[in-house]
């Protein structure tokens, strides 16, 4: 034992004695686990960026529909095509947290084309009648107001709430809380309904190819019954409280509306139920697409960390072998010269590769403090595989070619050794 | 006997040219004795050495160490021997670089199985006369210094024998003549000394002088005056 401490006393001397090269093995080691350690990590970070994005619009959300519809195409609700089959109380017993376990809140919703009148002007738009929940359903901010409550919801108060755009155009002198406009269904025999204006979104531009501001929203009851006259709900939107439970809560759902609807085989659908797959489908292609390219990048990193390790390496070969010779000459064994450079490989691949993580952390870190500074959603992540992947690729370059010739020279006769050149 | 050699050949194979650079060597060598193999350069001189010192393998013949034949030897066993039983002094020093002269005299206790290598070390420094040096780096001691580090180094597993390969060969006369009078002073004290040397005066500093050209002894004599080193001819002065 105390041999062995011996040896790795000698080993650290001679280490020490050789600054430049230590240095530079170390160097490259360290560069190449840093580097692949911070560009994961900016992976990561970007890819929390743009999933922070997403969730803006909100996430884990589920949403019914009426009528059936495989999984290639779109239900036929989408296309206009009028399909009564989900009702007032399948979203009741949706609601049934005994039932469905998982879902935080729900909204029905039905939406129509309407002309919004105001002592100002008019405008043709279109409304969506929902619930009071609908803000924990989907993320909404409001540039002024409030969203209306579950009890306006419930109670059909006659309350509304603006896009951004409806509220412009209606009150060009922005006055528009409490003020009370008309939303005139079109034909002869349409109806008129006053509103009394509550709250007006935030602008939100364009999103799934909507205009988010060119519309309002009242409560749901007012909406079905009285502006369209139908006693159906065109779409219910869920949302589960976390993403592992979307699927269990997608099957839970179909399995309550196949016993509501009488229905025993699933091919007779008359609702689909679906999440946000094909959204995240897309999003997970492009950050795929990133996390490749990253990837990439920490390869190359990783190669010119081992090169640089290879060189200096073999460039000291012939300074080794010599220095092996020399041991040689005064006695040591070939297991005693392997030993020897084994651990000295270790010692230093093992110290960069310390010092590389602990780089790489803290550049990372700071990284995701300058984001999070300059008001991005970026998280702070470091994957273990890759610290793990770029330790063992740089200590495994810097093992095999510290070793490989300390091997071959080491069973060279002492005079070959010393005479290498 | 301490050294027995029969028939020694050694050739090297160049690109399918051999070279034949021992052509059948024979020599004896008793325990004590301070021989020098002199011969011009690339008469084969420290291949024989190299050889009789287990720093390289003879191509054919014989050879006993003490009593053994080397030819059963494993790579360990001749590890060992080069470890224990000789030490090598060659012409370029060869001390590890940056290294202190302490540390570069414990390196052969370090493949040993001997203790207290600090206490052995010094007392080898101290027998060439470098006690003051200790903690200096090999690179910041003169040439001679180098060499008498060298000498330690060889000495401090109490070899039966000393190979030195031109030991003066990169020195200035006067380290030399400091250099031959540490092995000098070796050889009185009993231990067995054999050095290469082109140089005829250094030689002169043996008891006994072989000579070798192309491959082949080509003479054997004792040398009636030994020219005595100034270290050791004031020493016997006192």
Redesign the interface.
């Known amino acids: 034992m105390s041999s062995v401490y011996k040896n790795i006393n000698i080993i650290v001397k001679n280490l020490i004695s050789r600054k430049a090269r230590s240095f530079l093995t170390i160097l490259g080691i360290i560069i190449g686990v840093a580097g692949v350690i911070i560009i994961i990590s900016l992976g990561a970070g970007a890819q929390s960026l743009v999933l922070g994005q997403i969730t803006k619009l909100g996430t884990n959300l589920i949403g019914i529909l009426p009528g059936k519809s495989n999984d290639n195409g779109p239900p036929a609700a989408v296309f206009g095509v009028q399909v009564k089959t989900l009702i007032e109380n399948d979203l009741e017993m949706i609601k049934d947290t005994n039932r469905i376990p998982h879902i935080t809140d729900i909204a029905g919703f039905v939406r129509g084309n309407i002309t919004a009148i105001s002592q100002y002007d008019s405008i043709d738009t279109s409304f969506t009648a929902t619930d009071g929940s609908y803000p924990r359903v989907q993320n909404v901010e409001m540039e002024r107001g409030v969203f209306f409550s579950d009890e306006e919801g419930r109670a059909s108060a006659n309350v509304i709430v603006l896009g951004y755009d409806v509220a412009e155009a209606l009150f060009p002198n922005g006055n528009d809380l409490g003020q009370i406009i008309k939303l005139k269904t079109s034909g002869d025999d349409g109806v008129s309904i006053p509103f009394r204006v509550i709250g007006v979104q935030k602008k939100l531009g364009t999103v799934a190819f909507q205009n988010q501001d060119d519309q309002v929203f009242i409560p749901f009851k007012i909406g079905q019954k009285q502006i369209l006259g139908i006693d159906y709900i065109q779409f219910i939107r869920a949302k589960v409280d976390s993403d592992e439970n979307v699927k269990t809560t997608i099957e839970d759902i179909e399995q309550l509306l196949r016993e509501q609807h009488n229905i025993k085989n699933p091919e007779n659908d008359d609702f689909s139920v679906r999440d946000l797959a094909d959204a995240i489908k897309i999003l997970t292609s492009i950050t795929d697409a990133l996390r490749m390219f990253l990837g990439l990048m920490a390869g190359i990193s990783l190669i010119v960390g081992g090169i640089g390790i290879m060189n200096i390496m073999l460039v000291t070969v012939s300074e080794r072998t010599r220095e092996i010779g020399l041991r040689k000459a005064l006695g040591a064994t070939s297991k005693q010269i392997r030993n020897q450079f084994l651990i000295e490989a270790i010692l230093l691949t093992g110290l960069g590769g310390i010092l590389g993580i602990i780089l790489g952390v803290v550049v990372s870190y700071l990284i995701a403090l300058g984001a999070q500074y300059a008001g991005y959603d970026w998280s702070f992540v470091i994957s273990l595989s890759a610290v793990v992947l770029a330790v063992g690729v740089s200590v495994l370059t810097g093992i095999v070619f510290g070793l490989f010739p300390a091997l071959k020279a080491s069973r060279l006769d002492p005079i070959v050794a010393l005479r290498y050149e | 006997m301490l050294l027995q050699l029969k028939d020694i050949t050694k050739e090297y194979q160049n690109s399918g040219v051999v070279t034949k650079v021992l052509r059948g060597v024979s020599l004896n060598v008793e325990e004590g004795e301070f021989l020098a193999i002199m011969g011009p350069s690339g008469s084969g001189k420290s291949t024989l050495m190299?050889i009789v010192g287990?720093?390289?393998?003879a191509s054919g013949g014989t050879y006993f160490f003490d009593g053994e034949d080397t030819k059963d030897f494993t790579?360990?066993e001749l590890?060992?021997?080069?470890?224990?039983r000789i030490g090598?002094v060659?012409q370029s020093f060869?001390l590890?670089?940056?290294?202190t002269v302490l540390?570069n005299v414990i390196?052969?206790l370090?493949?040993?199985k001997k203790t207290n290598h600090e206490k052995l070390a010094k007392d080898a420094l101290e027998a060439v006369g470098l006690s003051h040096r200790l903690n200096f780096m090999s690179n910041q001691i003169s040439g001679g210094q180098k060499q008498r580090v060298a000498i330690a180094?060889a000495l401090v597993?109490d070899p039966k024998v000393i190979f030195a390969d031109e030991p003066t060969g990169n020195l200035d006369s006067k380290s030399g003549d400091t250099v031959m009078g540490i092995l000098q002073k070796l050889n009185n004290e009993g231990r067995t000394v054999i050095l290469v040397t082109h140089d005829r005066s250094v030689a002169e500093h043996a008891k006994r002088i072989i000579t070798i050209k192309d491959g082949s002894i080509i003479s054997d004599e004792r040398v009636t005056h030994q020219k005595k080193s100034k270290v050791v001819a004031e020493e016997q002065d006192v």
């Open positions: 190299h287990f720093l390289d393998r790579d360990d590890a060992h021997i080069r470890n224990e090598f060659f060869n590890l670089a940056r290294t540390d390196l052969p370090t493949y040993s180094r597993c």
